[in-house]
């Protein structure tokens, strides 16, 4: 067999296998190459649109370091990588990437200068709205579907989120409660998550959210849970998240971002989403009265 031939052989054959195997040698790959990796994963519109000296400006690497990563995955060139992305784009709706609108979006932010709060209320609102768009287009109906067979099948369902992701936490926990659904929050009150977290048995679920700059408390906890056999449902912001390789689940979520603050608008819209199509599967079946 040729080497070229070799390299088809070794190559993944859909996106979603070369996303996976990304996710899975990501901590192989060099500084540079995980660079590449985060890119490749998060702007798949420009992997299928851009050129290969387009992909390196965003991407801030040399064109020889994307063709280095294609080669690492099996493929000849970039070229022959790009292909998937193209492949995909073709079998949906033609729009523009979410981070290409973020773009747009953040030029025309900037050149307003000062803004009345009128002003900050329109950036906010505008920037959510790409958010939950993006959100519609990118959670598949399949993991929803599981997501809301995991809580019902659980004994019990323990939520971790701490600082920025806490919101999500704790309404998670308050409205699974109100739908009959034993649901603990893993708050860390008095110090004491490391004992909380160890209620958990293996029949039970753990919803852990973390997004850049992960928690190292939070990423523990997915750690000892997944040693408890417990499954896990990850609400994040990449698959490279650090709690993302140890779930079962993982809903990567783009939280809209204005003037370097975040928002969490689309985390929330998931996680109602979760608890109210949970509670009408329950109602389904006749069990919540």
């Not at 900050?120 to 790409?130: G, P």
């Not at 995991?150 to 739908?179: C, D, E, K, Q, T």
């Not at 977290?197 to 679920?205: G, V």
């Amino acid at each position: 067999m040729t080497l070229r031939e070799l390299a088809v052989a070794s190559s993944a054959k859909t996106l979603e296998t070369l996303r996976g195997d990304i996710v899975r040698r990501y901590e192989e790959l060099s500084p540079r190459l995980q660079q590449v990796a985060k890119y490749v994963l998060e702007n798949p519109n420009d992997m299928a649109l851009q050129t290969l000296a387009v992909i390196a400006e965003r991407c801030e690497v040399q064109p020889s370091t994307i063709v280095r990563f294609a080669k690492t995955f099996g493929y000849e060139g970039a070229s022959d990588m790009q292909e998937l992305f193209k492949d995909e784009m073709l079998t949906q709706a033609p729009s523009p990437s979410y981070a290409e609108r973020i773009r747009q979006f953040s030029r025309r932010a900037g050149a307003a200068g000062a803004l009345a709060p009128q002003d900050v209320m329109h950036e906010f609102a505008d920037s959510n709205i790409l958010a939950l768009e993006h959100l519609k287009s990118s959670v598949r109906k399949a993991d929803l579907e599981r997501a809301v067979e995991m809580i019902a099948g659980a004994s019990a369902v323990y939520i971790v989120g701490l600082r920025r992701s806490f919101p999500v936490a704790s309404y998670l926990a308050y409205a699974l409660r109100h739908v009959d659904k034993r649901a603990y929050l893993l708050d860390g009150v008095a110090g004491m998550l490391a004992e909380q977290s160890t209620m958990l048995t293996s029949k039970d679920l753990l919803i852990a959210i973390s997004f850049q700059p992960y928690a190292a408390e939070t990423v523990e906890i997915v750690g000892s849970t997944r040693e408890q056999k417990a499954r896990i449902i990850a609400i994040t912001d990449s698959r490279l998240s650090p709690i993302a390789a140890a779930s079962d689940l993982v809903f990567e979520i783009k939280d809209a971002e204005v003037r370097q603050f975040r928002s969490l608008t689309a985390s929330l819209c998931l996680a109602q989403s979760l608890v109210i199509s949970y509670a009408f599967d329950m109602e389904k079946r006749g069990r919540v009265r």
